[in-house]
């Protein structure tokens, strides 16, 4: 039983052809078809052009139970949001009204505020308020054509509220339409038991945390705010090291509020992706190139703290691999948005429509290592695709601040 997708004026395939990224020039080559046409089940059975998909279904007697005509539509892969913080209580519309008459971010922080604000809201919540809360996010998230989402602890910041939140997280990827991920971030801030003793903390993270996650199965990552005025190079790495001895792969908030080196340090210990990167020196781009770190962007975070955007043209241009995710948490940035992203990427980051696409996709599902599953619509790979309301895949970013989604499938079924 399968579904056909025909007459798509626009199908943007990302055409990775059995690789699992794009870099450089090649971002732009998003294997748009015309007329085309998608055969599923769960998986993708044929990709091309509709008179040809008319003719695979014949001579391969695929029973067809659902027929759509997307003319005047465009079909693409469902957005990979690798780097969210969906699971957390409270809210801080209050300090983000204070940040608008120009207190800054550091300065909330300083006083106490920030992310122990949303630390203490959510020690205080229930393990059902939190999957609640984590379930809206990722449900609205799906209406804007989010299919596969990671999610991070990091606002319990002591053993067991931080596995709470890891315990809402393993909720979600039963309940929730998504393709969900986990990530231990407990290193996300000191809390103020440890204030004054920051390497105590680090060493709770290593000695007790870090086992308790890795034997329960309880996140795919571990990351780490490497920062001024956070964790340092030395902290993120005695952290990084022990999560690769017990079987994590590792992620980093990196350069987002100075340049401290943390990309070189995610390129050191061979993490998956580094994120932010606001403030990436041309040393710490080319160590990401080198080792083959995806270079995460998160353009929402710079326009809702009004600082500078990632240099996103330098970072394509010396061929590192760049996606693109919302950072979605109560503070910094609290979008579920991935269309706002792609247009935030374009016009402040002078990304062309087709590396902001790719950047979305396929590399975006590199940096949680499922390239090989989603991030493209081609045979074989999971049937994660968008159905959105216009005649070409540039609409999407010409008619900017709607939602262009109409349908959603996951793994080949309707969800939206
Ligand atoms: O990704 N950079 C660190 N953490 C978040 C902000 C979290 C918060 O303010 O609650 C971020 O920007
Ligand atoms: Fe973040």
Avoid at 345 to 359: R, Y
């Amino acid at each position: 039983m399968a579904t056909l997708i025909k007459n798509i004026s626009s199908l943007v395939t990302i055409n990775a052809d059995g690789k699992p990224y794009k870099r450089g020039e090649e971002m732009n080559n998003i294997g748009e078809i015309q007329s085309g046409a998608i055969i599923f089940d769960e998986k993708i059975l044929f990709v091309g052009k509709t008179d040809d998909a008319l003719r695979f279904i014949y001579n391969n007697h695929i029973q067809i139970n659902e027929t759509i005509d997307a003319l005047g539509k465009t079909v693409l892969p469902g957005f990979v949001d690798s780097h969210t913080h969906f699971v957390f209580a409270g809210n801080r519309s209050f300090e983000f009204a204070r940040r608008l008459r120009g207190v800054t971010y550091q300065q909330i922080a300083q006083e106490g505020g920030g992310i122990l604000t949303t630390m203490k809201a959510t020690r205080e919540a229930s393990l059902n308020e939190l999957i609640e809360n984590g379930l809206n996010l990722a449900n609205s998230a799906l209406r804007y054509g989010t299919t596969t989402v990671e999610i991070k602890s990091g606002y319990g910041l002591s053993l067991d509220p931080e596995i709470r939140q890891l315990e809402a997280i393993a909720v979600l990827k039963k309940i929730a339409h998504q393709n969900v991920v986990s990530t231990f971030l407990g290193a996300h801030d000191f809390p103020p038991e440890y204030a004054n003793n920051r390497d105590a903390y680090v060493d709770l993270i290593c000695n007790e945390m870090l086992p308790i996650v890795a034997e329960k199965q309880l996140a795919s990552f571990c990351d780490a705010f490497v920062d001024e005025g956070y964790y340092t190079i030395e902290q993120g790495r005695k952290i990084f090291k022990r999560a690769k001895e017990l079987g994590l792969k590792i992620k980093a908030h990196a350069d987002e509020l100075a340049n401290v080196a943390a990309a070189e340090l995610a390129a050191e210990v061979g993490a998956i992706s580094a994120d932010h990167l606001l403030f990436v020196s041309d040393s710490g781009i080319s160590a990401l190139k080198n080792a083959g770190t995806v270079a995460t962007l998160l353009p929402g975070t710079a326009y809702f703290t009004r600082l500078p955007y990632a240099p996103a043209r330098k970072l394509i241009e010396s061929g590192a691999i760049v996606a693109l995710a919302t950072d979605c948490n109560p503070g910094s940035c609290f979008t579920e948005n991935m269309q706002m992203i792609l247009s935030l990427a374009v016009i402040n980051m002078k990304m062309t429509a087709e590396e902001a696409l790719t950047a979305a996709t396929l590399n975006a599902a590199a940096a949680l290592c499922l390239s090989l599953q989603v991030g493209s619509l081609e045979i074989g790979k999971q049937a994660d695709l968008l159905i959105a309301d216009v005649s070409s895949y540039t609409d999407l970013f010409y008619h900017f601040g709607i939602n262009h989604i109409q349908n959603v499938f996951v793994k080949g079924k309707k969800v939206v």
